[in-house]
């Protein structure tokens, strides 16, 4: 076992029988362990990245009863190897160290912002990290299980918030290649998304919603209506796939979809997913407070695009800047606050596997 693993395991090496062959082709489903029974298989690590204070500590707690679970259903050549974060962006690290490592794949145990730091843990001055062979990535698998306050990206696969049917997931083995939305600023920071980036009042609702995530889900309705206390439309200047800036006048909110759900399940990008390569994005134009609630069935049914002041396109990347300069304009990515406008956003397709 590397240096790494000695240093996170918690559990003891396990083993199971793999379905399927390690393919070199990437592009179609297939297994992520190692295949075969050769004296020369080595065993399978799997990391899982646990925040065990998400949803008030639940996580944690949950995490507890489910590790010998896992232990019975994951029985043949492989290492479980459990890591707690300690803070903010301790998953980044922990994922990154894992891959230089070699690990078969990454499991992120917890909700949509543990998921959020996963997955940006891929990625390292631009660029997917490599394991200290040198290769790409692409050999270690995203996993999730579910056990925080929000579960919306798995939404879009018709998955349920179940931790016992993500386990048979990584079980299974099966991975394909999922895309990833890449947002930089002003200042060149990259950072890096699977579900749903939003900008002005969603984001500020969202922003304020982090501080209510003790009620669970009624946190993103107290979001929304903290939000809404002052809130002004603004106009901003846009521009798709590197063509002409376009101005959108009095835009309450504006959602970059690579999957299609947010905010406790509201399907704000209904067309969106994450394998086909594009971005889907929905402009919401001139909305008043008493809009979103004799119009909040149309947002939660994914029914919204029929709707006046309502627009999508789909784009491979966006820049989106402040007009008016009445103020600074929230943008979020996965329900985490990453500051102001102006910003880009770009589509990496099939960046990344994911167990599915």
């Known amino acids: ?16 029988r793999a379905e399927q062959p390690m393919a070199p082709d990437l592009s179609a489903d297939r297994s ?6 050769s004296s020369t298989s080595r065993r399978c690590d799997i990391v899982f990245v646990v925040n065990p204070r998400g ?5 944690g ?10 232990r019975s259903r994951l029985d043949r050549d492989c290492n479980i190897c459990e890591s707690l974060t300690s803070g903010p962006s301790h998953a980044i690290d922990i994922t990154r160290e894992a891959i230089r490592e070699g690990a078969n794949a990454v499991i992120a145990v917890g909700g949509d912002g543990t998921i959020h730091e996963v997955v940006n843990g891929f990625f390292w001055d631009g660029k997917p990290v490599a394991n200290h062979e040198g290769e790409a990535a692409y050999s270690t698998a995203l996993g999730i299980i579910p056990l925080g306050t929000g579960s919306d990206f798995g939404r879009t696969f018709g998955w349920k918030n179940d931790p016992h049917e993500a386990i048979e997931r990584i079980a299974k083995g099966l991975r394909s290649r999922i895309d990833v939305g890449v947002i930089s600023g002003e200042s060149g ?58 101005v959108y006048s009095q835009v309450t909110a504006l959602c970059i979809g690579n999957a299609k759900y947010f905010g406790g399940g509201m399907k704000i990008t209904p067309t969106a997913d994450p394998c086909s390569g594009s971005l889907e994005v929905v402009i919401l134009q001139d909305f008043k407070w008493y809009d979103f609630i004799h119009k909040l069935h149309k947002l939660y049914g994914g029914t919204h695009l029929e709707v006046k002041n309502v627009s999508s ?28 406008l102006p910003r880009k956003v770009c589509i990496l397709p099939a960046a990344i596997e994911m167990i599915r």
């Open 189 to 246: 920071d990259l950072h890096y998304f699977i579900n749903v980036a939003d900008i002005h009042l969603s984001a500020k609702a969202g922003y304020y919603a982090s501080r209510y995530k003790r009620f669970g889900n009624l946190c993103y309705v107290l979001g929304a209506l903290q939000a809404f206390m002052g809130h002004r439309n603004e106009d901003l200047r846009i521009r798709v796939d590197e063509g002409e800036w376009e």
């Open 32 to 37: 992520i362990y190692p295949g075969g029974h």
């Open 61 to 70: 707690k949950e995490w507890k009863t489910l590790l010998p679970y896992i």
């Open 55 to 59: 949803a008030n500590g639940r996580t």
């Open 1 to 16: 076992m590397p240096s790494f693993y000695y240093q996170i395991a918690m559990a003891k090496p396990l083993v199971f």
């Open 313 to 340: 396109r789909s784009v491979h990347s966006i820049e989106v800047e402040n007009l008016s300069g009445n103020g600074r304009i929230y943008i979020q990515s996965d329900g985490e606050h990453l500051g102001f």
